[in-house]
């Protein structure tokens, strides 16, 4: 678990690194806020294809040969985004990164694989807290070397940083990583018989769609808080990494040491539930927040609410699925997560430049607000 845990962080420094400098990217070459969160949007477009697919070959092959081959994947999106000249390579450049992306379902495949049931909303913890560190140390280290001039930022330079992280994660996991698969190979099952299973399940069923829906609402405001910032502060890239400096710091220090003892206090559907409650007041009043203080304390109340929903959810998605199948289904719901993050920006990117800055948090208060009274259909305990 340990070195598990070392792998994904310095993978997600790397993937850190360059995402709240995509939408400065997206103005050097002149694009709109829909072209900007689309741009964004085509990581999860080819991670919606390719994390069901990884996936189910770490249920054959193992997820170490997965988590493998999808740092390699990193590696060369990140070298191409450095050396973009052209608006069209900063989207292929995402789409090669999305569909290297199968090593958090297949590092999530790891850890249920290692964990007993109860441990098991632990364990995701960690793979969320090393995901929240990536966040923290990867925007402020790609802020500080962009610089804080949106329109002189050295741009390139994150990129071959995050290329170098990615490597230095990729020489790790081959050298001390073991391969934790250890049952029987699952028999060879269609993405779409998968999904097609995975819906006559209705807690799996209803699982995904709180899941699809709260991700879409997060990736919404994701995306548009640095034009958000920007239009509302003036605010540069090494102030934007600073506030995701900041998220990842509450993320990290709640999955990674509160979330077991929140799982044994309140179970795992309260915390599904009392965290969608604090994502959905989160975006609300961020459309409040006219200085500092109070973009720190509604960022800080989104931080607190995605550390307890989503490893709460990988957990109980996790005690749905049969040994042999594990990586299967969590790949699907990396799937749905990944439309999630292509319909969210997307659809945020429109309304914003439609309706105004405030526009996407809005819908995406409205959407979690649903989130939390779905949630109350769940099962108190999974089996």
């Not at 999530?108 to 694989?113: F, G, L, N, P």
């Not at 962009?146 to 050295?154: D, E, F, P, T, W």
């Not at 829906?213 to 958000?228: H, N, P, Y």
């Amino acid at each position: 678990m340990g070195t598990l845990f070392f792998i994904v962080f310095i993978d997600l420094v790397g993937f850190g690194v360059v995402i709240p400098l995509l939408p400065y990217y997206g103005l050097a070459f002149h694009a709109t806020p829909f072209e900007i969160t689309t741009m964004m949007a085509c990581y999860s477009l080819a991670q919606f294809f390719a994390s069901p697919l990884l996936g189910m070959l770490s249920d054959r092959v193992g997820r170490k040969p997965v988590i493998l081959a999808s740092l390699v994947c990193s590696v060369a999106s990140y070298i191409w985004l450095g050396f973009a000249g052209r608006l069209w390579m900063l989207f292929a450049a995402r789409l090669l990164a999305g569909a290297g992306a199968g090593n958090i379902s297949a590092a999530q495949a790891y850890v249920a694989d290692v964990t007993p049931p109860d441990q098991r909303a632990k364990g995701m913890g960690m793979i969320g807290a090393a995901i929240g560190l990536g966040f923290t140390v990867g925007p402020a280290i790609g802020g500080a070397v962009a610089g804080s001039n949106a329109q002189s930022a050295h741009l390139a330079w994150p990129a071959f940083v995050a290329a170098a992280l990615s490597a230095v994660a990729f020489v790790l996991a081959f050298m001390r990583l073991e391969e934790s698969l250890t049952h029987k190979p699952a028999a060879r099952v269609g993405r779409l018989a998968m999904a097609k299973a995975a819906t006559m399940r209705p807690t799996l069923r209803l699982l995904i769609l709180l899941i699809f829906v709260a991700i879409a609402a997060f990736a919404g405001m994701e995306t548009t808080f640095a034009l958000w910032a920007h239009d509302g502060f003036g605010w540069g890239p090494l102030e934007v990494g600073m506030i995701f400096f900041y998220v990842g710091i509450l993320l990290s220090a709640l999955q990674g040491g509160a979330i077991g003892r929140l799982t044994k206090m309140l179970g795992e559907t309260r915390l599904v539930i009392t965290g969608g409650a604090l994502l959905a007041i989160g975006l609300f009043t961020l459309t409040f927040a006219h200085a500092l203080w109070a973009v720190l304390v509604t960022t800080g109340m989104l931080a607190i609410g995605m550390g307890m929903f989503s490893p709460t959810m990988s957990s109980l998605i996790s005690k749905q699925a049969a040994d042999n199948e594990r990586g299967g289904v969590l790949g699907l719901s990396q799937s749905a997560q990944s439309l999630a993050r292509i319909i969210g920006p997307a659809v945020a990117g429109a309304i914003y430049g439609g309706f105004g800055r405030n526009a996407p948090y809005y819908l995406g208060a409205a959407l979690m607000v649903v989130v939390a009274a779905l949630a109350l259909r769940l099962p108190r305990r999974e089996t």
